[in-house]
């Protein structure tokens, strides 16, 4: 079974600093997705950036990018220029594609909790 | 109305309370899942729809009965729960059939039970 493993419970970042959350995985297959996650204080979940496994290039959405090593089955992100608003609680998760009649299921780490100081 | 939304946003009610929990998306998409998110644990996946059937439920208790009415709703039925069931139930819905297979959550429904 696919296992998420995000090891710093809690990070915390100097306003306008560059913070790196990390993130590892544990799978046996070659074709999945991988996404990152931000849970705010008002608990919305939101979808921050998604790497599909074979696409060797690092996924960009603004500030935000991601560092993909698949043969270490790394997947940190990378928050650049940090802004107060980007304290949240950081999820990374993990998708196995569907197979025939059989839907993957999106499997989720313990999160890291990221503070912004002023 | 866009996206996810859920009603209520909070819930408190006593153990012999029978209450649901709605969801709704706009999206279009064919697939609905309910999780159950406790404090200091990974996001749990209750269960999920896809075109309207159950296609897993993850040995959830019998206290709690998913409803798929159609592919834009999603309930939650709740009856004789126990107070370790206090947690933030999120909704979330996606396209399948065709990767990269995201979820798009709702805001969630935090529940107490007293």
């Known amino acids: 079974a696919q296992t998420v493993t995000q090891s710093q419970p809690e990070m915390s970042v100097q306003e306008a600093e560059t913070v790196t959350l990390s993130c590892t995985y544990d799978t046996s297959e070659s074709d999945y997705y991988l996404f990152w996650y931000k849970q705010p204080p008002s608990r919305q979940m939101i979808l921050v950036i998604r790497?599909?496994?074979?696409?060797?290039q690092n996924a960009t959405e603004n500030r935000f990018s991601v560092n993909f090593q698949k043969a270490a089955k790394s997947f940190s992100l990378k928050i650049s220029d940090s802004q107060l608003g980007d304290a949240a609680m950081y999820f990374c998760a993990y998708r196995s594609p569907n197979y025939g009649g059989s839907q993957g299921n999106l499997i989720f780490g313990k999160g890291t909790k990221l503070s912004v100081k002023p | 109305e866009t996206g996810v939304t859920q009603t209520p946003r909070h819930l408190v009610m006593g153990m012999t309370n029978k209450k649901s929990l709605k969801c709704e998306q706009h999206?279009?998409?064919?697939?609905m899942y309910w999780y159950k998110q406790s404090a200091k644990k990974p996001l749990e996946l209750m269960f999920v729809?896809?075109?309207?059937?159950?296609?897993e439920n993850n040995s959830v208790p019998s206290r709690f009965s998913p409803e798929c009415p159609n592919s834009s709703h999603l309930f939650l039925h709740l009856h004789t729960l126990q107070p370790e069931d206090s947690a933030l139930y999120l909704c979330?819905?996606?396209?399948?059939?065709?990767?990269?297979?995201?979820?798009?959550f709702g805001p969630g429904t935090r529940l107490t039970v007293t």
């Open positions: 790497q599909e496994a074979y696409k060797q």
């Open positions: 979330a819905s996606s396209q399948e059939g065709q990767g990269p297979y995201e979820q798009y």
């Open positions: 999206l279009g998409h064919n697939a």
């Open positions: 729809y896809n075109f309207k059937e159950q296609t």
